[in-house]
């Protein structure tokens, strides 16, 4: 049976964008434009993930967020925004969200994050995501710090970004463009080696000193974090 989803999106494009190429990868989907019918659709019908911009007409994300969960509903909830600072993250996995996705976005990516929502069966609300682990490597997403083997490493705010996005796809090959699209938001040339220098930067940083290496090039391809087997 396809899995049904949830999308309330107020920007039709960008709705268009997210129904059409989710409906290729076999979902069931129902749109609302708006705060009050998502809400509506999202009370009245079982949905397997919810996919909810944060700023809509009618009642904001975080109110439909908010009464969806006193609802009771525990469909897994990904959040969509331009908000894009550490504050607004954590306020939106604190609320009640599963996951948090800042636009532009990278459809891959939504794609991937729907999947693994699903696959976790609904466990929104009651624990929302606060940490992202690679081995002995974790970044605390409340207290934006990140440590490995209990060491404390201090990273630049682009490099912390791109550390997020690495942990968000463990043991998963990404390419340049994909961390372009995703860490830098499309503002620069694919030609560019700005991802080569900052990987490099990041490298030194989490694996220099330490028992074993977890970020890794994959020529031809572009970078994987994990544990090499």
């Not at 509506?40 to 109110?63: E, K, N, Q, V």
């Not at 069966?121 to 710090?145: F, I, N, W, Y």
């Not at 791109?162 to 090959?173: G, P, R, S």
């Amino acid at each position: 049976m396809a899995n049904r989803i949830l999308l309330i999106e107020d920007d039709r494009s960008t709705a268009d964008y997210i129904a059409n190429g989710l409906r290729e990868e076999g979902f069931l989907i129902d749109h609302a434009a708006n705060g009050r019918d998502g809400l509506f659709h999202a009370t009245d019908g079982t949905y397997d993930c919810i996919i909810l911009d944060r700023m809509l007409p009618g009642m904001d994300g975080m109110s439909v967020l908010a009464a969806i969960r006193a609802a009771g509903i525990e469909s897994p909830v990904l959040i969509l925004s331009a908000l894009s600072s550490p504050e607004d993250r954590v306020a939106g996995l604190t609320s009640g969200s599963d996951d948090y996705l800042t636009k532009p976005f990278v459809f891959a990516e939504l794609l991937a994050r729907v999947r693994l929502l699903i696959r976790r069966g609904g466990t929104t609300g009651s624990v929302p995501q606060t940490k992202l682990v690679c081995d002995d490597l974790e970044m605390d997403l409340l207290a934006h710090r990140v440590r490995r083997a209990g060491k404390p490493i201090d990273l630049q705010p682009r490099e912390y970004r791109l550390l997020e996005y690495l942990l968000q796809h463990v043991d998963q090959v990404v390419t340049r463009t994909m961390l372009l699209e995703g860490v830098w938001d499309f503002h620069f040339d694919p030609n560019t080696n700005v991802t080569d220098v900052h990987i490099s930067r990041l490298r030194k940083k989490i694996d220099e000193g330490f028992a074993r290496p977890l970020l890794h090039t994959v020529r031809g391809s572009g970078y994987k974090l994990g544990v090499e087997k």
